[in-house]
């Protein structure tokens, strides 16, 4: 379990070197987002300059780092950039970092989502697969967590709140999401797949139905957080949840579960 003191989703500090048979060799450049480069050892954010504290992760996806100015720190997203067998990958890094920007700033305001700290600049450029936003001193929920009373009724007027600015969190089953700050608050983090309808009278009407579903979603994931971490609170027993699963998560667990287990073993055997 993550103590309280650690810093937001980061993993245990290891003292000593690492058994033999948990060393793993390094990612290959395919597997990195940023391919042999790291996180750029400075940036600039609002006109100030951010000094790299700690990288967090550095997968197929994203690399994300801790920065700290004279005055605040940020937490930093690059989103890949390295081809992958020759095919360019930029346009996905910059439709990622665009996405998720835009949906912290449509939940601008809302008490629980870290607030978007705006473009990030490296030698003067704008870096295009770049988010940033305000850093959350805490910890990401740890599995057997036992949360103070409020957390969970504080949590679902934060995702009531989400949803009634037409979003759709989607990642909401991944702990790793939902913070606990520093007293014992709840946050929510990571929109690069949440899923909102776009203006206008004929998208809604095309996708409100959609939109409703993964909503629905979201309430059931935060229902089975609530029994696992507040078992005495959530009203219902773990029967009552086979119950209430809606069939489009069965469905997709189907699918999604064999497949995270046969990247997984993949990973495993190429020693990454």
Not at 17 to 39: C, I, K, W
Not at 233 to 242: F, H, I, M, Q
Request: glycine residues 10%; proline residues 7%.
């Amino acid at each position: 379990m993550r103590g309280r003191g650690q810093a937001e989703g980061s993993e245990p500090v290891r003292l000593g070197p690492a058994p033999a048979e948990a060393r793993v060799r390094p990612r290959p450049a395919v597997f990195r987002a940023l391919g042999r480069d790291d996180p750029p050892a400075e940036v600039e954010i609002a006109g100030e300059i951010f000094r790299l504290r700690e990288t967090l992760k550095h997968d197929s996806w994203a690399a994300t780092g801790i920065y700290a100015s004279a005055t605040r720190q940020a937490l930093c997203k690059f989103n890949r950039v390295q081809p992958i067998l020759g095919l360019p990958m930029r346009w996905l890094g910059r439709r990622l970092a665009a996405r998720e920007a835009g949906f912290m700033d449509r939940l601008a305001g809302i008490t629980g989502i870290p607030a978007s700290l705006g473009p990030v600049s490296c030698g003067g450029r704008v870096l295009s697969n770049a988010v940033s936003r305000q850093w959350i001193a805490g910890h990401a929920l740890a599995a057997g967590e036992l949360v103070d009373r409020r957390f969970f009724p504080e949590f679902r007027g934060l995702l009531a709140a989400v949803h009634a600015r037409g979003v759709a969190h989607v990642d909401l089953h991944k702990r790793e999401n939902i913070l606990v700050d520093s007293r014992g608050r709840p946050h929510l983090i990571d929109f690069q797949i949440s899923f909102a309808v776009p203006r206008g009278r004929l998208p809604a009407f095309l996708l409100g139905g959609l939109l409703r579903v993964l909503q629905r979603c979201d309430d059931y994931h935060l229902l089975k957080h609530e029994l696992k971490h507040r078992p005495e609170d959530c009203g219902v027993t773990v029967r009552d949840l086979a119950r209430l699963r809606p069939w489009w998560i069965r469905a997709h667990r189907s699918v999604a579960v064999p497949f995270r287990h046969v990247r997984r073993r993949l990973l495993v055997a190429l020693g990454l």
